[in-house]
C-alpha cells in the first residue's frame, strides 16, 4: 500500500490547507489506482456484457409504446432505454466497493497514520471521494461509448451528455460515502461487501432502470418512485434523451440532500472510530 503523502512534522501539517489536505489525499489514491488499474478495467466487464447481450436479448422491448420517443427514450428503442440504467449500475456497483480501500487502510496500519497527524477528517473521506468520482467518470464516459457502438443514439446532445455524467457523479457520491461509513462501523471486508450486495441489488431491479414504471408491478413501481436509484435512471435518462421527467427539480434534490447526508455520515464514522480505538 502506498504511504501516505502527508508533511513531515505537526507543524507543517497544521499549515497546510484543507484543500492542500485533500489534495495530497487524492495524489495518494490516485496513485494507487494507476498500480491497481485492473480493478476499474475488469468492473466494466459487466456492463458491456448488460448493455451488448441484454440489450440484444430484450431487443423487441423496443417495439413497445412505453420504449416510444414520447416516452423519454430517445429515438425508441430499449438499448437506448437500457444505457442510463446501466450507467448507473455502474456506479453504484462502483461505489458500493469504494469503503475496502479504508478497511486496507485499517488493517495496514495507515489509518493511524492519518489520525495520529494533524489532517482534517473531512479531507480523508474527500481526497479518496475525489479519487472513486475520477475512476467513476471514466468509467461512465466508456459505458456511454460501449452504448453508442450497440447502436444508443443521445438525442440530448453535448449538454445532455453532460447533465447524465454529473448525476451519475451524485449518485456515486452517495455509494461511496456510504460505503466509508459502513468500512468505518464493521471494519470488515466480508461485512462491507455482503451489506452493499444487500443493498445495490434491490436498488437496481426496485426502479426504473430497467423496465419504465408502466410496466412494472404495482407494489414494485411504487417503490421505485422512492428509490434514488429511479431519480439518478430517470434524471440521467432525460438527459441522453432530452425530454427530462416532470419530477426532474424534486428528483436532483432528493440526491443532492442524499448526498451531503451520505458525506456527513462519512465524515462522522472516522471520528467514532477514532473515538473507538
Same mark, same amino acid.
Given at each position: ?6 508533511? +513531515? ?53 423496443g ?7 414520447? &416516452? ?12 442510463p ?11 458500493a ?15 493511524? @497514520? ?24 471514466? @468509467?461512465?464516459l ?12 443521445? $438525442?440530448?446532445? %453535448? ?21 466509508t ?9 466480508? &461485512? ?10 434491490? $436498488?437496481?431491479?426496485?426502479?426504473? +432502470?430497467?423496465?419504465p ?8 413501481? &411504487? %417503490? ?35 448526498a451531503?447526508?451520505?458525506? +456527513? ?6 471520528? $467514532? ?5
Amino acid at each position: 500500500m502506498t504511504t501516505i503523502a502527508i508533511p +513531515t512534522t505537526a507543524t507543517a501539517a497544521e499549515r497546510a490547507g484543507w484543500f492542500t489536505q485533500t489534495g495530497q489525499v487524492l495524489r495518494r489514491w490516485l496513485i494507487v489506482t494507476v498500480r491497481q488499474v485492473w480493478g476499474p478495467v475488469m468492473s466494466l466487464v459487466q456492463p458491456i456484457i448488460w448493455i451488448l447481450l441484454f440489450g440484444q436479448v430484450f431487443s423487441s422491448l423496443g417495439d413497445l409504446p412505453q420504449f416510444a420517443p414520447s &416516452a423519454g427514450s430517445g429515438t425508441g428503442g430499449y438499448i437506448e432505454y437500457l444505457v442510463p440504467g446501466i450507467l448507473m449500475m455502474t456506479v453504484l456497483y462502483s461505489g458500493a466497493w469504494a469503503g475496502t480501500g479504508f478497511i486496507d487502510d485499517i488493517n495496514s496500519g495507515v489509518m493511524d @497514520q492519518y489520525l495520529s497527524s494533524p489532517i482534517r477528517r473531512s479531507a480523508i473521506v474527500t481526497g479518496q471521494l475525489g479519487q472513486q468520482l475520477v475512476v467513476n467518470l471514466a @468509467q461512465s464516459l466508456v459505458v456511454l461509448g460501449i452504448g453508442w457502438l450497440g447502436g444508443a443514439r443521445y $438525442a440530448g446532445g %453535448v449538454g445532455g451528455l453532460l447533465v447524465a455524467l454529473a448525476v451519475a457523479t451524485l449518485l456515486a457520491t452517495i455509494f461511496c460515502c456510504a460505503s466509508t461509513a459502513i468500512a468505518f462501523i464493521s471494519r470488515s471486508q466480508i &461485512a462491507l461487501i455482503s451489506l452493499s450486495q444487500l443493498i445495490v441489488l434491490p $436498488a437496481t431491479f426496485l426502479s426504473t +432502470t430497467m423496465m419504465p414504471s408502466a410496466l412494472l408491478p404495482d407494489w414494485v413501481a &411504487a %417503490v421505485a418512485r422512492w428509490n434514488p436509484m429511479t431519480w439518478a435512471v430517470e434524471l440521467g435518462r432525460g438527459g441522453l434523451s432530452g425530454q427530462y421527467p416532470d419530477a426532474a427539480g424534486l428528483q436532483v434534490a432528493g440526491l443532492v440532500a442524499l448526498a451531503a447526508l451520505a458525506f +456527513t455520515w462519512a465524515v462522522g464514522s472516522i471520528r $467514532a472510530y477514532q473515538r473507538s480505538i
